[in-house]
């Protein structure tokens, strides 16, 4: 389901790309290589053109107005500065009909630089770089065209035009017939009153592609657009995060997140027009920088929602640790709809990240070299969730350390030691581990090992092997199928009776308390009998003793003499109905336990 979402994703962010990929519209990299070829003013024109002569040898024009590519050149670059004397001297202001004043030259300028600067590309490497202009367009050889400008469904042509210079030589400007246009297209593509009053007002300063009076006019559309698409989904998000759903809280986030800033976006697209944007700020426009923001982020939130969704349906059926693979899953779809986002906006900037990320196929190989190790822990981490030997939480052994798992990442495994220190194993290497999983056992191993003191007689070991026998029994914390103990031989220093019973609990710090328990009452017997533990000490004896309690052990005889008469002595075996009569005859916790709990 969520490779589902993510191809989604990545098909809806491409397809921004493809709406924004017009091959009319000049895109940030065309603007970027024209910048770079404009230059500055008076900067020589290279000496050749494909297809065309090179230039004539000779004295230059200072305005470097020779051939039609230096003569535009020349006047964006003066424009853009602001000097629009200078820029008018590329206008050819000769013979222009009634009601046109060449001394309105620097007024024409500046209104063709922002006709042109709203609705014309001009490429300047298909511009002329031949004193002669191009031979071959099917205009008089003193003609060369720029482009065209629709004006109320006609396409009006910008032309050069070659005309006689000041000081006798030939150069090229923009003919008076497009100058006698001009008007007519600032009436269309102009600024407007309004914007014509703010640009003469506030100071002329550009910053990608807007001037100041259109950057005021952005971030008014922008809180217009944000208040606008606040009030809907605010109201959506309250009611959201008043439902009972466990993810109203995270449908919430998504409708305040990614959906506003969607609707913001929409909102501004449709009114961008409004300011009178250039051809370059259209360029980065069309980039839809937030646009691809809003739906990557839609869809980075939307799997997070799936993931919560699918986690919670898995450890309600009890596959908690599948779902802990989600998590890792879910960041690799992340990672890749955040690298399709830089792609498509990247490819909407004319940038040719695809070919790039083409190109980089036999860096990959060594890229693919590189990350080996970081591949085979990924590959551990889904061999660990997936055959689950230990889970999050769990309390194992792995090698000579013991630790709480605490995460399964997509590089190491994060263990909490009993030091309390965090142990980061690598994915591939503890996968290899032996692990020893303490969480998954149904009951935990009682196996003490009662050592006694030589001097303690067969009869008091018999006593002792009989009690133990039916305290295992009557214990109701241990389990019966086995419950046993056994003389086991004559050690260096002891006697040694052997313990091997199961305690009935997973919870480790339970089986602590019981185990205490079953020790205590092992001391009991063993000091009813009369008999005491070993310690594995060397001394010389001078003289034989007596046991550490005479009295307790002539009675410990005693009684397992009148066993013997009743044919009552569970040794070597116990019958398993007397056994069966003992299950749970113990209190446990014992009496006077501050425990509530008694058995």
């Known amino acids: 389901m969520i490779a589902k979402w993510a191809a989604l994703a990545i098909a809806a962010l491409f397809a921004l790309g493809v709406n924004a990929a017009d091959a009319e519209k000049p895109t940030l990299a065309d603007v970027l290589e024209q910048e770079e070829q404009a230059g500055t003013p008076g900067a020589a024109a290279p000496d050749t053109d494909t297809g065309t002569a090179a230039a004539a040898p000779g004295p230059r024009d200072v305005l470097d107005r020779d051939t039609p590519r230096s003569a535009v050149r020349g006047f964006i670059a003066a424009a853009r500065e602001g000097d629009y004397e200078r820029a008018a001297e590329y206008l050819d202001l000769r013979n222009l009909p009634r009601g046109f004043n060449a001394s309105n030259g620097a007024r024409y300028a500046r209104h063709l630089k922002i006709v042109l600067d709203r609705e014309l590309w001009i490429d300047l490497e298909r511009l002329s770089n031949d004193p002669k202009g191009h031979r ?36 090229w400007k923009f003919s008076n017939a497009t100058v006698s246009k001009i008007p007519d297209l600032y009436a269309a593509y102009g600024y407007g009153e309004v914007g014509e009053w703010l640009s003469t ?40 995060r008043r439902g009972h759903s466990p993810f109203s809280l995270q449908f919430a986030a998504l409708v305040s997140g990614p959906l ?33 923001v809003a739906v990557a982020w839609g869809f980075l939130r939307t799997i997070d929602i799936f993931r919560s969704h699918l986690s919670a349906r898995m450890e309600a059926r009890g596959a908690k640790q599948a779902s802990v693979l989600l998590r890792p899953a879910a960041n690799i779809l ?7 986002a830089a792609v498509v906006y990247l490819e909407n900037l004319g940038f040719r990240a695809t070919t790039l990320i083409a190109g980089l196929g036999i860096g990959g190989i060594a890229i693919a070299l590189a990350a080996q190790k970081s591949v085979e822990n990924l590959i551990g981490a889904i061999t660990l969730v997936a055959s689950a030997p230990v889970r999050v939480g769990d309390f194992c052994r792995f090698g000579d350390k013991m630790g709480i798992v605490q995460d399964i990442g997509l590089r190491w495994t994060r263990i909490r030691s009993l030091d309390r220190t965090l142990i980061h194993v690598p994915n591939a290497s503890f996968a290899d ?3 020893e999983n303490f969480a998954d056992r149904d009951k935990v191993l009682f196996r003490p090992q009662l050592r006694l003191r030589y001097d303690t007689s067969p009869d008091q070991i018999r006593y002792i092997l009989v009690e133990a026998k039916k305290m295992l029994a009557a214990h109701p914390k241990v389990d019966p199928d086995p419950a046993r103990i056994r003389f086991t031989g004559f050690g260096t220093h002891a006697l040694e009776l052997n313990f091997f019973s199961y305690v009935t609990t997973s919870d480790y710090n339970e089986y602590l308390e019981i185990a205490e328990d079953l020790h205590l009452r092992i001391m009991d017997i063993v000091a009813e009998a009369g008999a005491a533990l070993a310690v594995p000490t060397q001394s010389v004896l001078v003289e034989q003793s007596g046991p550490p309690d ?39 916790p014992p009496k006077g336990s501050a425990s509530t709990e008694a058995t």
């Open 201 to 240: 007002t506030l100071p002329e300063a550009e910053f990608l592609g807007l001037y100041l009076w259109q950057w005021v006019m952005v971030v008014g559309l922008l809180v217009v657009a944000f208040a606008i698409a606040w009030l809907p989904t605010a109201l959506i998000a309250l009611m959201l």
């Open 136 to 171: 071959e367009d099917r205009l008089p050889s003193y003609r060369d065209w720029v482009g065209a400008i629709d004006l109320d469904g006609t396409p009006v042509d910008i032309l050069l035009q070659r005309v006689p210079l000041e000081a006798g030589d030939y150069g």
């Open 260 to 292: 506003r800033l969607l609707i913001m976006v929409v909102i501004f697209r449709n009114w961008f027009e409004f300011i009178h944007p250039s051809v370059t700020a259209r360029a980065i426009a069309e980039g839809q920088l937030l646009l691809v």
């Open 433 to 435: 581990m032996q692990l």
């Open 550 to 588: 005479a009295e307790r052990a002539r009675a410990a005889e005693q009684k397992v003499q009148a066993w013997r008469d009743d044919n009552e002595l569970y040794v070597p075996r116990a019958p398993d109905e007397k056994l069966e009569e003992l299950r749970g005859t113990l209190r446990y």
């Open 334 to 340: 992340k990672i890749v709809i955040i690298i399709g």
